[in-house]
């Protein structure tokens, strides 16, 4: 996790109203979960194999098939926004929400909550075309906000290189340790690089839609500002001992 109060707190133009584009994305990701009837929340969604052929067309309607959309179908060219709000179970949707927590707020607060908007959606997009071009034929529906938010952890890592994250190693016991974030993302990157150049396009993750996020996130950012409106991320702030 990350100090991101502490980090940012005087040291760079940024919002004064708090993160709300992060929190009202994980809000509006989580209730839509709960109505969905992959949450097993909502009766209206009936049960066994009614639930069932409810997940799947839920799937169909708002996931992104790259068949349907490196074919131009009209009604598949919105997919990749409205599957940034779908998630195919409890795990996935927790996972995402908890990097969009950490992550998400520091960058929203350093590019305003318009831009920081837009840049979700825009690299969200990016991400899941970027994945149905390299699987044209693919049949499976793609969703989730992993494209989104990798590109939230490009843009962090150019823009809070130094700031450090708290991480759990399996390997190591689950035992918490404070690294630079750049040591942790670089890290995180190669690990979806290396399993994407083995993956299929069959069912699991996506994991060339998180390279690619990524990789568009960490060029906005160094686009956007290498011209001197980089953070330096002050070292008592990122030396700090807090947790949000």
Not at 20 to 36: D, H, M, P, R
Not at 157 to 164: D, V
Not at 171 to 189: E, G, M, N, T, Y
Request: neutral net charge; contains cysteine.
């Amino acid at each position: 996790m990350i100090d991101w109060r502490g980090a940012t707190q005087g040291a760079y133009r940024g919002v004064r109203t708090g993160p709300v584009v992060t929190y009202g994305l994980i809000a509006a990701c989580c209730l839509l979960f709960a109505l969905s009837p992959v949450s097993g929340l909502n009766p209206s969604h009936g049960t066994g194999d009614e639930v069932l052929a409810a997940q799947s067309a839920y799937f169909l309607r708002w996931g992104v098939v790259p068949a349907e959309l490196t074919r131009g179908d009209p009604d598949a060219l919105l997919t990749p926004f409205t599957a940034l709000f779908v998630h195919g179970g409890w795990l996935h949707l927790l996972g995402n929400m908890l990097f969009m927590w950490v992550f998400g707020a520091m960058a929203e607060e350093r590019m305003g909550h318009v831009e920081f908007a837009l840049f979700y959606l825009g690299t969200g997009y990016l991400a899941l075309l970027g994945y149905a071009v390299a699987h044209a034929a693919n049949e499976q529906t793609l969703v989730g906000a992993s494209g989104a938010i990798s590109a939230v952890l490009g843009a962090f890592l150019f823009l809070f290189p130094r700031s450090r994250v708290t991480s759990l190693f399996p390997f190591l016991f689950f035992l918490p340790l404070r690294f630079p974030a750049w040591i942790v993302l670089v890290f995180w990157f190669t690990l979806q690089w290396l399993a994407a150049r083995s993956a299929g396009a069959g069912p699991g993750v996506a994991y060339l839609a998180h390279v690619v996020g990524f990789s568009v996130g960490f060029l906005y950012a160094w686009v956007r500002f290498r011209g001197g409106d980089r953070v330096k991320t002050p070292a008592a702030a990122t030396e700090g001992d807090s947790q949000p």
